[in-house]
C-alpha cells in the first residue's frame, strides 16, 4: 500500500514530460517531509512538552522550544540546500552491452552557500553523492549498467538532501532527455571471412600518398614537406602527415556468412568483425537483411556500423534518424526524376478543358 501511495504521489508530482536546456530548482520543485528520525524526535519534543505542563519547568520549556526550533532551522537548511540549483545533461558516451553506461550531469551552485550531501539516485538504487562549492560547477556521473543493446535511458532521477541533521528528507525528480547507446557484446575472438566465402578479401592500409591518414611524430630524415607546420603553430610539438593508400579488394561482413544461431548471437559475432577490422585497418562493410553499409576504414564509418548493429531490429528502440524517402504506391522509393515526372504529368492533367 505505501508503494502504491509513493507511486501515485510520484506520477502527480511529476506531470512534465522530457526536460531540456537546463533545469532550475525552484520552490515548485523541491519537496520536503520528515524523515523517520525526524518523526522520533517530534514525539520526543511532545513528550517533553507534556512533561514540563505537568511539572511546571521552566528550564524544561526553554530547552523543549531551542530543539523546536532548531529542527525548524533545519528544514530550512535541507531546503536551501537544493534550491537555485542549475543542472544540464552532459555527453553519454556509448558502450557495450554488460558494461557501465555513465551518465554525465552538469551541477551549477550560484549561491554563495556550500551545498552537501547531495544524492543523486535512479530507481534501481544507483547513486552518486557529491558536494558543490559556492558558486561553482561540477560534473556528476551516474553509471547504469546497460544490460542489453538498444537505447538505454537514464530514467526519472531523484536528487535528494538530508542536510544537515538528517531530521527532513527534501527532494526533487529530474528527467532528462538523454540516451546512452548500447552496442552488442562481442563475442570472443573469432577469424574474419576469407576468400572461400566471399569474392575477395579485405584491403590492407598501407602506406601511400592518396589520403591523408593521420600525425606521428617527427624523425630525423623526414621530408620537410610531410611536416605539419600548422600543428607545429598551435604548440603540439613537431609532427609528420601521414598518408595512407588501400591495396587489395574490399572485406565484407555478412549475415549470411554465419551458422544458423539465434539472431543476438550473430549480432554479437559481427560486432568482434567489425572491431577486429577496424583493429587490423581493412577496408569493410557490413551486409545485414534489407541494410547495407558500403565499404570504408575510419573512425565514423565504425561508429555507423556498431549502430547499426545495436538498433537491428529493435522496435523498442527508435532511432532519430531523418524520415525515409517518400515511396510509391508499390512501397519502392522514387528518386527526384521520378518525383518531377509525376508533378509535370499532375499539371498537365489540371491544365486539361
Not at 537548511?77 to 551518465?103: D, P
Not at 559556492?134 to 538530508?162: F, M
Not at 565484407?252 to 556468412?257: E, G, H, Q, R, S
Amino acid at each position: 500500500m505505501l508503494a502504491f501511495l509513493k507511486h501515485k504521489f510520484r506520477n502527480w508530482a511529476f506531470r512534465r514530460t522530457l526536460e531540456t536546456g537546463t533545469v532550475v530548482l525552484n520552490q515548485r520543485r523541491i519537496y520536503i517531509l520528515p524523515t523517520r528520525q525526524g518523526f522520533g524526535f517530534a514525539l520526543v519534543l511532545v513528550l517533553m512538552l507534556l512533561g514540563d505542563i505537568n511539572y511546571n519547568l521552566s528550564l524544561g520549556y526553554v530547552l523543549t522550544f531551542l530543539l523546536a526550533t532548531a529542527s525548524g532551522m533545519s528544514m530550512l537548511y535541507a531546503f536551501r540546500n537544493m534550491a537555485q540549483l542549475e543542472i544540464h545533461a552532459g555527453h553519454v558516451a556509448s558502450v557495450f552491452s554488460g558494461e557501465q553506461a555513465h551518465f554525465v550531469f552538469h551541477f551549477n551552485n550560484p549561491g554563495t552557500l556550500v551545498r552537501y550531501q547531495i544524492h543523486l539516485h535512479d530507481d534501481s538504487g544507483h547513486r552518486s553523492v557529491f558536494d558543490l562549492p559556492a558558486q561553482h560547477s561540477t560534473p556528476v556521473r551516474l553509471a547504469i549498467p546497460a544490460t542489453k543493446r538498444g537505447w538505454l535511458d537514464s530514467g526519472r532521477l531523484t536528487l535528494y538532501t538530508e542536510f544537515p541533521l538528517g531530521l527532513f528528507h527534501a527532494w526533487s525528480y529530474i528527467h532528462f532527455d538523454v540516451r546512452c547507446l548500447v552496442y552488442p557484446k562481442p563475442a570472443a575472438a573469432q577469424p574474419l571471412p576469407t576468400i572461400a566465402n566471399q569474392d575477395g578479401k579485405g584491403k590492407v592500409l598501407g602506406a601511400g600518398d592518396e589520403d591523408f591518414y593521420g600525425l606521428r611524430n617527427y624523425v630525423a630524415g623526414d621530408a620537410l614537406p610531410r611536416i605539419a607546420w600548422k600543428a607545429l603553430a598551435r604548440e603540439q610539438g613537431l609532427q609528420v602527415k601521414q598518408f595512407s593508400a588501400y591495396q587489395g579488394q574490399e572485406l565484407w561482413l555478412d549475415w549470411l556468412l554465419l551458422p544458423n544461431i539465434a539472431s543476438e548471437r550473430k549480432l554479437e559475432l559481427l560486432t568482434r568483425w567489425v572491431l577486429d577490422a577496424d583493429a587490423q585497418n581493412l577496408l569493410y562493410g557490413l551486409r545485414l537483411p534489407n541494410i547495407e553499409i558500403a565499404p570504408q576504414h575510419s573512425t565514423a564509418h565504425r561508429a555507423e556500423c556498431l549502430r547499426t548493429l545495436a538498433l537491428f531490429g529493435a522496435a523498442n528502440n527508435p532511432d532519430p534518424l531523418p524520415n525515409p524517402s517518400p515511396t510509391s504506391g508499390r512501397g519502392t522509393p522514387l528518386n527526384p526524376l521520378s518525383r518531377l515526372r509525376e508533378r509535370v504529368a499532375r499539371s498537365a492533367g489540371r491544365g486539361r478543358p
